[in-house]
């Protein structure tokens, strides 16, 4: 017997029409998004997507770090400390 596809329903009022809104969450590593119901509201499930322009800066922050870093242990082995 082959499954039917049916559009899930809001649990709460049985509708299935439902539509997506972010939902900002402090010092999150990822963008979140709720999926609710447009009939009532409802939130029926959430997803989670990787926030580019945090990942960017992380990284372009790291980087910083690392060539910082790089400068001083030069200098340490210039000065033969390291
Ligand atoms: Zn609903």
Do not use: W
Not at 56 to 77: D, M, R, T
Request: glycine share 6%.
């Amino acid at each position: 017997m082959m499954a039917v596809y049916t559009n899930p329903i809001c649990p709460k009022c049985g509708k299935s029409h439902f539509g997506i809104r972010e939902i900002d969450v402090q010092d999150a590593n990822f963008r979140h998004f709720a999926i609710i119901c447009t009939s009532c509201g409802c939130i029926v499930s959430t997803e989670t997507m990787q926030d580019d322009d945090r990942q960017a800066k992380l990284e372009s922050a790291l980087n910083n770090i690392s060539n910082q870093l790089k400068g001083i242990v030069s200098a340490l082995q210039r000065h033969g400390i390291y």
